[in-house]
């Protein structure tokens, strides 16, 4: 073959260098890392080889990606306060931290406004070698970022339904819709017939789970929701759906919020409107968060067990990224927590 | 002078690798990164002596140090269950990623356990290039940080008391008792006279700074503080100290908290005791995190601006890191926000 030059505007590869210097891959990072036992003169010809085509191995993505960043990546496609709005996010970086702070690895928080901003993270990170691998949150339909992943050799896992067929494992408690249906039939068995559900955003997988499980529970004891309100997860949202239900003529009963954050803020507009909880109505939050247990009434919730998931999604993303981490399943579905908001329904 | 040859066990430097080859460092550089406009006969030489020297410029340090990792690090030395517990964190680093995200940075989050760990971080960040800079939390007495970071070469940026005289600036709001010096004259003004303070960790500076607000504003009145309890800011400790306080034979009316998500848990403690809030025991808290707008009573706080701190301290640590970004002055001190949980002391 013909010894081809440097071209402009096209970065060569370590194979056009190695197959014109007449060795393997191998042999030229080890040129260029001092180290295998190449001779003198093979290594002397392979660097004159790699600088005639203008390749040099000195680009932060080569040099990382041989070595570990030490680094795992959560890239959550959110408004920038949905930290400060939703603690289940703080709940899961302390639940991934609890297995890499004791390892020394960091975690690289980015938060993207869309689809094609999140994809250009982990094209970027890739290339640049940034991250040893990343958690990937909210699964949708449709989600094209496995593909992407694997497509970019950066190991990853999915937060959602257990599953390991796919290039992503996901990671996660089974029956996710398991907890509301637990949740619906607490309060049925409370007397509860006019039961409301204030929702998360429509287009998350988790949603159409929960909201399927909490109308089928409904309807298996011959009910219909008294209303299901989607929300953005804000607080602001969760007061306005509050104000809505609590004001109808035939008001509901009981309400059920996509979480705890929702559920705190449900629980405050209505004991200002004068309705005492439970007693007027019962309400059941969604994560089972350290505050709601503090609360008075104490919280009745939803154990998803947010940092066990973290915990146990950062432990397979390590397991595949090389460290020596056996890997924990997962055990349960989401349980209901039956605290002091819940409570037989009023006459 | 002699020509070195590599020598085990010891890196060799870019410094000896330019002076054994006879040129500049940034000849080596070029020679290696194909920039410049060195002749060919030059290159080689260069790429020879590297050769011999063992030197190769593919390190993740010396890749990345020459180029922006578009990441600045948040270090905290905190439990792992830092951020599930106190939501400050999580309002820092809202502020922060809202100047983050939109320029595409990312926060590198390292919780650490203490003194030893976090410093080990930063020595790593700097040796692997890994951030463009770091801000610092938690300010402490004899703070041995600022003085590494400034010999590591990485910017940064304390979260504390602005002061602009060290190598590491000091970004928040000025005047950081005077929160604490309003609450104790609201709770006086409304006729309480026994007021606790439920403190955080003792060495931290700003719980004593805090804490001097507190007493000097009693002794200003011509009062003693009913008690100061530490604490580590956990949820537990606040419902340990609540219920010691309020089952003292002459309890306080009124107790200031630390932060909002120990004054929520005093407040469910009070209630579950069957106090009043606020007409047994009045409550405030500090940070004024959004949760306390829905609670009822609304909870009495301190602004102190958490996520406006956090947005300004990753401005001033972007600018320092060369990006284009106008400092943003923060104006004003600690206010109290006083909402429903305060008010007249019982007689």
Redesign the interface.
């Known amino acids: 073959m013909s010894a081809p030059t440097?071209r402009p505007g096209r970065r060569p590869t370590i194979k056009e260098v190695a197959a014109s210097a007449g060795v393997s891959t191998a042999a030229v990072s080890q040129?260029?890392?001092?180290k295998g036992r190449l001779s003198?003169e093979t290594?002397?010809r392979i660097?004159?080889t790699a600088?005639r085509l203008?390749w040099?191995?000195?680009?932060?993505a080569?040099?990382?990606r041989s070595?570990r960043?030490r680094?795992l990546?959560l890239v959550v496609r959110r408004p920038?306060?949905?930290?400060?709005?939703d603690?289940h996010?703080?709940?899961l970086?302390?639940g991934m931290?609890?297995e890499?702070?004791p390892r020394?690895y960091?975690?690289?928080?980015?938060?993207?406004?869309g689809v094609h901003e999140e994809n250009a993270?982990y094209e970027r990170f890739a290339a640049?070698?940034?991250v040893d691998g990343a958690v990937l949150t909210d699964a949708r339909t449709d989600d094209t970022r496995p593909a992407l992943l694997a497509r970019l050799g950066l190991p990853a896992v999915m937060l959602g339904a257990p599953d390991r067929t796919g290039p992503v494992p996901s990671v996660g408690l089974g029956h996710q819709d398991a907890g509301v249906t637990e949740a619906v039939r607490h309060l049925i068995g409370l007397g509860h017939r006019r039961i409301a559900y204030v929702a998360g955003p429509a287009e998350l997988q988790h949603t159409r789970l929960r909201r399927a499980g909490f109308e089928s529970a409904l309807r298996a004891a011959g009910l219909r929701p008294f209303a299901v309100l989607h929300t953005d997860f804000s607080?602001g949202a969760?007061?306005a759906a509050t104000e809505a239900l609590v004001d109808a003529a035939d008001r509901p009963t009981a309400i059920v919020y996509a979480n705890d954050?929702m559920a705190?803020?449900g629980?405050?507009?209505a004991?200002?409107r004068g309705l005492g909880v439970p007693a007027d109505l019962s309400v059941v939050g969604y994560d089972n968060?350290?505050?709601g247990?503090?609360?008075?009434p104490?919280l009745t919730t939803v154990d998803q067990r947010v940092?066990q998931v973290g915990a146990a999604a950062a432990r397979l993303l390590l397991a595949r990224c090389g460290e020596d981490v056996a890997e924990e399943v997962l055990e349960g579905r989401p349980r209901l927590v039956a605290r002091e908001s819940s409570g037989p329904a009023p006459r």
Do not use: K, Y
């Open positions: 440097a040129a260029f890392n001092h003198e290594r002397r660097l004159d600088v203008g040099s191995p000195n680009a932060p080569a040099a990382l070595s960043t680094t990546a920038t306060d949905v930290l400060g709005a603690p996010f703080s709940e970086i302390t931290e609890a890499l702070a020394g960091g975690l690289l928080l980015h938060l993207v406004a993270v640049e070698g940034r607080q969760a007061v954050s705190v803020c629980m405050g507009t004991q200002r968060l350290p505050l247990r503090w609360l008075h104490r940092q």
